[in-house]
């Protein structure tokens, strides 16, 4: 059985990452002393599930996680330190601090190190996460002993539900744009004053006007969708915001 840390202190580690291109040293205090970190470890960076829902599970959640007394998100994954800074830039996830275990000192420490070989990847952490304070683990969420990778508490929800079961999730905010469009960028502007992220898909870049039209029904940009729902141009934006 994996071994839960909870009520006890996280491993002493120092960890060699790379940040700008720079060797810098980071060491558990530095991460935890004196702080509420929200911490998750996976197997592998730029691994499907990692990349597609753990990682970005938890950026879009972290303004959440601080507003309920969360300080910091750290991932962890038994990579090289070239390894996570390149992931780090590939997921633009900005709000997240990642953290390369290279050795599987820390993971180790935590009783999760296992054996991955079947994949090739040789000794990785299973999955997990975990509420850290002050350097003590208050709480983890480790996933089932199933075979494969499953993914089913460790989810950034989750860890949110057990910090707050009230907490209000942002809303889910896509916005159709074309570079130069003076719409578009009044309608960023309106996001933006309501302290409403949102992610860009630009036109002629990610999708093209064919795409476009296909999911709005129209050929104009901005075209606005908040958590599923077609909103439309920058005047059906302001509307709805009451803007």
Not at 184 to 207: F, N, P, Q, S, T
Request: proline fraction near 5%; glycine fraction near 10%; aromatic fraction near 10%.
């Amino acid at each position: 059985m994996l071994p839960n840390k909870e009520g006890q202190k996280v491993p002493n580690v120092t960890f060699r990452t790379r940040q700008k291109g720079q060797w810098v040293d980071v060491t558990t205090d530095e991460l935890f002393a004196g702080k509420a970190v929200a911490v998750f470890s996976l197997p592998g960076a730029f691994t499907p599930t990692c990349s597609s829902t753990h990682v970005p599970g938890y950026n879009e959640l972290a303004n959440v996680f601080k507003e309920n007394g969360v300080d910091d998100i750290v991932c962890i994954s038994v990579n090289d330190a070239f390894v996570m800074e390149e992931w780090a830039k590939d997921q633009k996830a900005d709000n997240i601090t990642f953290i390369p275990d290279g050795n599987g000192q820390f993971t180790e420490g935590m009783g999760l190190l296992v054996d991955k070989s079947d994949l090739g990847f040789g000794k990785r952490s299973w999955r997990y996460s975990m509420l850290v304070k002050d350097g003590t683990v208050e709480k983890m969420f480790i996933e089932p002993e199933e075979p494969g990778d499953p993914f089913k508490v460790s989810d950034a929800q989750t860890m949110l539900s057990y910090i707050n079961p009230e907490a209000v999730k942002p809303k889910l905010v896509s916005l159709f744009a074309k570079v130069g469009c003076p719409f578009c960028a009044r309608a960023k502007a309106m996001l933006k004053d309501h302290g409403l992220d949102y992610e860009e898909i630009v036109l002629g870049k990610d999708v093209t006007t064919r795409s476009l039209r296909a999911v709005t029904g129209a050929i104009t940009v901005p075209q606005v969708f908040i958590d599923g729902k077609l909103i439309g141009g920058s005047e059906a934006l302001a509307a709805y915001l009451g803007a």
